[in-house]
């Protein structure tokens, strides 16, 4: 027992090294765009966790998920940007200079403006499961991007189709992400110190979601999962659990949104499709509903496919003579590569060994 738990402890401790001295490494190739495709992953990492909750914890097809992302992701653009000032005289008057709310007072506010849209949603979809639950939650997503998108007039809130540029940089401990950070004569890019930030985000998460899943609120909500006739008759309040569970998933997404506005510096529509709602759930599936080491698994692994597959894309494309374009070549690989894991691995890379005996029964 004494082996098994050192042996643990000693490979967590290589992990976390590993972990930190990652993107220092990357840093060191001279290119950042590894950097930011790790950067990118760690986002997805953060989204695909939240969604957990709703479709891996309580059983709730949720295909409008990134709408809670693209709330986040407005909150802190509408408070750390120029907009709101140049669209307000009043708010203008007020702040001559302009909105620079903190990323982290703005994450709060995210979190409970996706967290109360979260429950929005789930109010009128109680009663429903499965294919209808997939379908209301696509209609919610794609109504919220329309709305952010022609949010512009008559009142010019969300500036509609051109977004919301010029969005802070955020500032840690009086760091500012907007310029190298110097550690004597070494250089940090901000990219890595982005890097250190997602990744103490996605640390807190995965923390707190091993807490809800052992947790007798996480246990209510597989129970539903399994059977949510038998977990009424138990005397759960089932409403009230599938409501707490869009609403703490939601909670991630508005979290995640932020730190993505920030990263990209500015906030697009074009960000929040319905493609970026069915690549949260793929990621989920993928690497295994309901655990997360799968999630995170299957998430990575979606978030820098496309990337790497750009590099095999390319010379693929040359040997048809160019009559396959690049992009369209590496969507049919990752397309096929999702095929092929899927009817490998129908349960996930890793799927979670309690619901896999259930399955198995």
Wanted: aromatic share 10%; proline share 5%.
């Amino acid at each position: 027992m004494l082996n098994t738990k050192n042996g643990k402890l000693i490979a967590f401790v290589l992990a976390g090294i590993a972990l930190l001295v990652l993107p220092l490494l990357l840093q060191a190739t001279g290119s950042n765009s590894w950097a930011r495709i790790v950067d990118q992953a760690l986002l997805y990492v953060l989204l695909a966790l939240g969604l957990n909750i709703v479709v891996g914890y309580a059983g709730l097809l949720d295909l409008g998920y990134i709408a809670f992302f693209a709330v986040g992701a407005y909150v802190y653009g509408l408070l750390s940007s120029p907009h709101l000032a140049e669209a307000f005289t009043s708010i203008a008057a007020a702040f001559p200079d302009g909105l620079h709310t903190n990323i982290f007072v703005a994450i709060v506010i995210a979190a409970v403006v996706a967290g109360v849209m979260g429950m929005i949603l789930g109010a009128p979809t109680l009663k429903l499961r499965g294919d209808y639950l997939a379908i209301i939650t696509l209609g919610f997503g794609e109504i919220v991007r329309i709305f952010l998108l022609n949010l512009d007039r008559p009142i010019n809130i969300t500036n509609g189709p051109k977004g919301l540029p010029g969005v802070d940089a955020p500032s840690v401990f009086g760091i500012s992400f907007a310029k190298p950070f110097y550690v004597g004569d070494y250089m940090v890019e901000p990219v890595t110190m982005y890097y250190y930030l997602f990744m103490a985000f996605v640390v807190a998460a995965v923390i707190l979601s091993y807490r809800l899943q052992d947790s007798r609120i996480g246990r209510a909500w597989m129970a539903i999962r399994e059977d949510e006739i038998a977990a009424k008759a138990m005397g759960l309040n089932t409403r009230n659990l599938k409501l707490l569970a869009f609403g703490m998933g939601a909670t991630f997404g508005g979290v995640s949104g932020v730190l993505f506005a920030s990263f990209q510096r500015g906030v697009y529509p074009e960000s929040f499709i319905l493609m970026e709602s069915v690549m949260v759930v793929a990621m989920v599936v993928l690497g295994g509903i309901g655990h997360i080491p799968g999630v995170i698994l299957g998430a990575l692994l979606l978030a820098g496919l496309p990337e790497v597959l750009r590099h095999v894309a390319g010379p693929l494309s040359q040997m048809t003579d160019g009559r396959l374009a690049p992009e369209i070549l590496r969507q049919l690989l990752i397309a096929s590569a999702m095929v092929v894991v899927m009817l490998i691995r129908p349960k996930g890379l890793w799927p979670s060994p309690e619901h896999g005996k259930s399955l198995s029964k």
